[in-house]
């Protein structure tokens, strides 16, 4: 059974950077067919998708968040990264990581970030 944790900085000031982990155990981040999502949700707004790596490294991202976000992998250390940069109060939300293969869904219980000065 994968499981996901998400770790990170509760809080953030305006313009700084982000810098999310997500730790999974119980499989491997390589595994055939497996996709690692990142998906947050701002208070009371619904969740929005951000962007996420295949289990061959390839990714893809919202192309709302595309030119501020980063998905990256480190294979031995079972650890997916999310990094967000030019952050703004707006970006404020519950961060959780998302993993996908062949129709079962799994997910971390999410961390919140605050951007506020």
């Known amino acids: 059974q994968v499981q996901l944790q998400e770790s990170g900085p509760g809080l953030v000031k305006p313009s700084q950077t982000l810098s999310l982990t997500c730790t999974v155990s119980?499989?491997?981040?390589?595994?055939?067919?497996?996709?690692w999502s990142w998906i947050r949700q701002p208070p009371g707004k619904g969740l929005e998708w951000m962007g996420a790596?295949?289990?061959?490294?390839?990714?893809y991202y919202s192309p709302s968040l595309k030119s501020h976000t980063s998905i990256s992998r480190d294979n031995a250390k079972y650890e997916v990264y999310l990094q967000m940069n030019s952050l703004k109060p707006e970006d404020t939300a519950v961060y959780y990581c998302?993993?996908?293969?062949?129709?079962?869904?799994?997910w971390g219980q999410g961390t919140q970030v605050t951007v506020s000065s």
């Open positions: 998302n993993a996908v293969r062949w129709g079962n869904d799994y």
């Open positions: 119980g499989g491997s981040i390589t595994t055939a067919y497996f996709y």
């Open positions: 790596i295949g289990y061959d490294g390839s990714t």
